[in-house]
Structures are given as structure tokens and as C-alpha cells.
């Protein structure tokens, strides 16, 4: 079996990311001992009854961590950068599909890019429904761009009891694949923690688990690789272009 189980090139390849990718670019994960949610509850800052109960510790919240991706030193990292060139030179749809809500994949150049729970930088009208790339901070008094009204911004992310993002558009691609890569997640949150099942019962696609430890379903994958993103995923992406450039 080649690298990559029996891909041949212009298979599809889906990738799934979660917080560990942007780790090494200094964003904090959430589960690991020095993560965000060691510092902050869930319920209060990530559920839609947080916000209604206190939006103004909820806009507090994103409207940190919008800043602190915003710092100079918050770059894409080489795992990122990877993931974009096997974008931009695998012979095949390359799907890229993650949890984070920081642009990092974006600005490393990765295009095909599916951000399932939301994105920090962007904010939602509750009460036209339209979507605004929103840089600064947030609050009570901030306009909707295209209502007007205030009080009714929120950040466009996915809470805990909301309903992620383009789960058709995802679940077609997993079903499809002929390789499943998954990085940088622990595996805890469903949807996306039963990704690599849904390939395994409804596809025939090859499943990588690329991540610092083993993760809770990583026996659940054809292949376990771990290690730092920044060395594991440049090393793999380099190999499997190889492998398949010299087929
Ligand atoms: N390289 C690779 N993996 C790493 C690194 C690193 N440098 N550092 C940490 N990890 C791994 C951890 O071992 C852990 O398995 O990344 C994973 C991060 O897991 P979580 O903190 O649970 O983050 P994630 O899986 O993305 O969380 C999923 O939960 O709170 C919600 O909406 C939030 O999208 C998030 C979702």
C-alpha cells in the first residue's frame, strides 16, 4: 500500500483541522492543560444562552481573541502552509474543512476552505441575517452594516447547541474522498468528531489521524502519525506529494 492508501491522483482528499494546527502559531487550544476553556466556562461565553444572559461578557470574550489573532506575531504556521500547497499541487479536489475560527488557513493560502463552526472575524445580524467581516471589536451599540439597528450584532461562530456550518457540503465530500486527513483535534465535539466514522461506514476513503497525542478516536483511524503539527504534516504532505509525483 502506497502512502496515502490506494490514492491515485485526481482522488479527492478532505481534511479536517481543529485547534492544534494554530497552536505553534501561539493561539491557545481548548482541552490541552493551558487552554481556553482551563481559563473560561463554556457556558458562559459559548452558548447562545450565554449571550443572552450576558452578551457583554460574550462580546468581551471574542472581541480578545480577535485582537490577539490580529497580533503581528500570530502567523501561519509551516503545518498551515502545508496544507495549502497540497491545495494548490495535488491532481484532485483537496477539500479543507476546520473547526478553528482564526483565518490562518486563509492567509497561508488555502482556498477550498470550509469553516464549519464560524469565523471570529466575521459577525452576524440576529435580525436581518447578514454576515460582515467584522476586524474590531464588538458590542451592544455596533450597527448592523446593512439593518442598522444596533444590539442585534453577534460574532459568527458556532455555539455549543447550534447547528455547525455547510454539513451537506461536508458530509457529500466525506462520503467521497479517497483520503481523510485529520489534524490538530482531540476528537471530543461532534459533528466533526465523527467524521473519520462516516468515512469509514459510508466511504471507502483511506483515514490519517495526524496530531501531537492520540486523540479519543484514534483507534478509529487507518493511521495514526503524532508529533507537532509544524514537523508531523509538512513531512506527510511532502511525502505523499512525492509518492504520487514519481507514480
Ligand atoms: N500539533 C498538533 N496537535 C496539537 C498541538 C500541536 N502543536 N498542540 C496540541 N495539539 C492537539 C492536542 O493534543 C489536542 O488533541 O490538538 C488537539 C486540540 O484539541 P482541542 O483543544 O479539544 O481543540 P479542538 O479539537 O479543535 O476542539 C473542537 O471544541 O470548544 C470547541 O468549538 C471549539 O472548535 C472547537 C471544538
Same mark, same amino acid.
Given at each position: 500500500?502506497? #502512502?496515502?492508501?490506494?490514492?491515485? =491522483? ?13 497552536? %505553534? ?22 452558548? =447562545? ?5 450576558? &452578551? ?19 502567523? =501561519?504556521?509551516? !503545518? ?10 495535488? &491532481?484532485? &479536489? ?33 435580525? +436581518? ?13 455596533? &450597527?448592523? =452594516? ?30 467521497? +474522498? ?13 459533528? !466533526?468528531?465523527?467524521?473519520?466514522? %462516516?468515512?469509514? #461506514? ?6 490519517? %489521524?495526524?496530531? #501531537? ?35
Amino acid at each position: 500500500m502506497t #502512502l496515502g492508501g490506494d490514492l491515485k =491522483p485526481g482522488d479527492p482528499i478532505v481534511i479536517l483541522t481543529g485547534a492544534g494546527i494554530s497552536k %505553534e502559531s501561539g493561539l491557545a487550544t481548548f482541552r490541552d492543560a493551558d487552554g481556553i476553556w482551563a481559563k473560561v466556562r463554556v457556558e458562559d461565553v459559548a452558548t =447562545p444562552e450565554a449571550f443572552r444572559a450576558n &452578551p457583554v461578557r460574550v462580546h468581551d470574550f471574542y472581541n480578545a481573541r480577535r485582537r490577539q489573532l490580529q497580533e503581528a506575531h500570530v502567523e =501561519p504556521n509551516a !503545518a498551515h502552509q502545508a496544507l495549502a500547497r497540497l491545495e494548490r499541487e495535488w &491532481p484532485g &479536489p483537496v477539500l479543507l474543512v476546520t473547526q478553528n475560527i482564526d483565518d490562518l488557513h486563509e492567509r497561508a493560502g488555502s482556498r477550498n476552505l470550509i469553516h464549519m463552526h464560524g469565523e471570529l472575524l466575521r459577525g452576524r445580524c440576529e435580525d +436581518c441575517g447578514t454576515v460582515h467581516d467584522w476586524p474590531g471589536d464588538m458590542s451592544l451599540s455596533s &450597527p448592523c =452594516p446593512a439593518c442598522g439597528r444596533s444590539s442585534v450584532l453577534r460574532p459568527h461562530v458556532v455555539w455549543f447547541g447550534e447547528m455547525p456550518l455547510e454539513m451537506d457540503r461536508i458530509y457529500a465530500a466525506l462520503d467521497n +474522498c479517497a483520503l481523510f486527513l485529520s489534524i490538530g483535534t482531540s476528537g471530543n465535539v461532534y459533528p !466533526a468528531a465523527g467524521f473519520v466514522q %462516516e468515512v469509514k #461506514l459510508q466511504g471507502t476513503g483511506h483515514t490519517v %489521524e495526524l496530531n #501531537l497525542e492520540p486523540s479519543e478516536g484514534a483507534t478509529l483511524f487507518d493511521e495514526t502519525i503524532h508529533g507537532p503539527a509544524t514537523r508531523v504534516v509538512p513531512d506527510y504532505v511532502g511525502r505523499l506529494l512525492n509518492a504520487h509525483a514519481a507514480a
